[in-house]
């Protein structure tokens, strides 16, 4: 099953699997997935698993500064793909297929990823 791993952000380094529930993803501390900065709104996001086609949705719940995926916003359901990092405010998560044991491993997932995301830098 998939899972999201908080790349930056007051919750960096967390991870949450997702199962093939709805989740919600918000600031507000009764959300399933909790997340801490200011320009998220309290109910900002949804996660929704679709039996039909197995595969995930993210779904803006009309949040103020809008959900963003591999820097693109969106206004309707989208669908996700494994790498996809959506932003939240000022915050960035990964969503990826995989599904973790322990949060060591979404932790070395993490940074994996974060290398191939890596800026090339080109000296004059």
Do not use: W
């Not at 529930?21 to 997935?33: E, L, Y």
């Amino acid at each position: 099953m998939a899972s999201l791993i908080v790349m930056s952000g007051a919750n960096e380094g967390d991870y949450y699997p997702l199962g093939q529930r709805t989740n919600v993803i918000g600031r507000d501390q009764a959300v399933p997935i909790q997340v801490v900065d200011e320009h998220v709104s309290r109910k900002h996001m949804q996660i929704r698993f679709e039996r039909a086609d197995e595969k995930y949705y993210a779904v803006d719940m009309k949040s103020k500064h809008g959900v963003f995926i591999n820097n693109r916003q969106i206004s309707e359901e989208a669908a996700l793909n494994d790498g996809d990092q959506i932003l939240l405010g000022e915050t960035t998560l990964l969503f990826t297929l995989e599904d973790f044991d322990d949060r060591e491993s979404a932790f070395s997932h993490f940074k994996k990823a974060g290398e191939r995301i890596r800026v090339t830098r080109i000296d004059d």
